[in-house]
């Protein structure tokens, strides 16, 4: 089946960095993009981006470039999401997920999420 | 960017009662809304896609509509497993975005 499988929580203080890597397996990993959503508390779902995992090539919103980076190991079949420049409002639980919806189809799976707590 | 604005942002309600949610595009979307739900400490789940296509394994009680700009999500007869935060969001164009919320509560 298919599955993501994110890395553990991380604790940082403010102007830190941290990276969170996403294992999939259970299908084709070059076949489906992987985008990244972070949910801080208590506020929605927020969308950082997209990186293509045949080409590598990643895509990022407007409100996430500079402090975020997506990058791929493709002889693990993982992404990872790497964040520069810490703040307390970064504070927020952070999913991969291949969100894709076709016509006919999707292919919606979900990381189980990772908890990045910055505080000094 | 496309907001979503939805509504209510949380409600209360008995087992067995009819729930409609709503969520409102800012600009047409055609029917590119997906529904999500999330229980607490999980990842979220899509329930529907196309505004209307019912994932694989999702209980026919859920059901989606609408086209352009509003979109409904509703719950013919609620069932305890379905206490929980309801999303919508569009993929018609980037960056995705996501409504603010439901959380349906028991009354």
């Known amino acids: 089946q298919v599955l993501l499988v994110q890395s553990g929580s991380e604790l940082k203080r403010p102007g830190a960095s941290v990276k969170v890597s996403c294992k999939a397996s259970?299908?084709?990993?070059?076949?489906?993009?992987m985008n990244w959503v972070r949910q801080a508390p208590g506020r929605r779902l927020e969308w950082l981006g997209w990186?293509?995992?045949?080409?590598?090539?990643?895509t990022y919103a407007q409100a996430f470039t500079g402090q975020f980076v997506f990058s791929l190991d493709t002889s693990v079949n993982t992404a990872y999401l790497q964040i520069s420049s810490l703040k307390t409002e970064d504070t927020a639980v952070y999913y991969c997920?291949?969100?894709?919806?076709?016509?006919?189809?999707?292919?919606?799976?979900w990381g189980q999420g990772t908890m990045v707590t910055v505080s000094s | 960017d496309i907001q979503m604005t939805q509504s209510p942002s949380s409600l209360s309600a008995s087992v067995g009662d009819r729930v409609t949610i709503t969520c409102r595009a800012s600009?047409?979307?055609?029917?590119?809304v997906a529904w999500f739900q999330q229980k607490p400490g999980k990842a979220p789940r899509s329930l529907i896609y196309?505004?209307?296509t019912l994932q694989s394994g999702v209980p026919s009680r859920f059901s989606g509509s609408g086209s352009g700009t509003d979109f409904t999500l509703n719950i013919r007869s609620l069932q305890p497993e379905d206490f929980a935060t309801y999303y919508c969001?569009?993929?018609?164009?980037?960056?995705?975005?996501f409504g603010g919320g439901t959380k349906v509560e028991i009354q």
């Open positions: 997920t291949t969100l894709w919806f076709g016509e006919r189809d999707s292919f919606d799976f």
């Open positions: 259970g299908y084709t990993f070059s076949t489906y993009s």
């Open positions: 600009h047409g979307i055609s029917n590119y």
């Open positions: 969001q569009q993929y018609n164009s980037y960056p995705l975005t």
């Open positions: 196309g505004a209307s």
């Open positions: 990186i293509n995992t045949d080409t590598g090539h990643p």
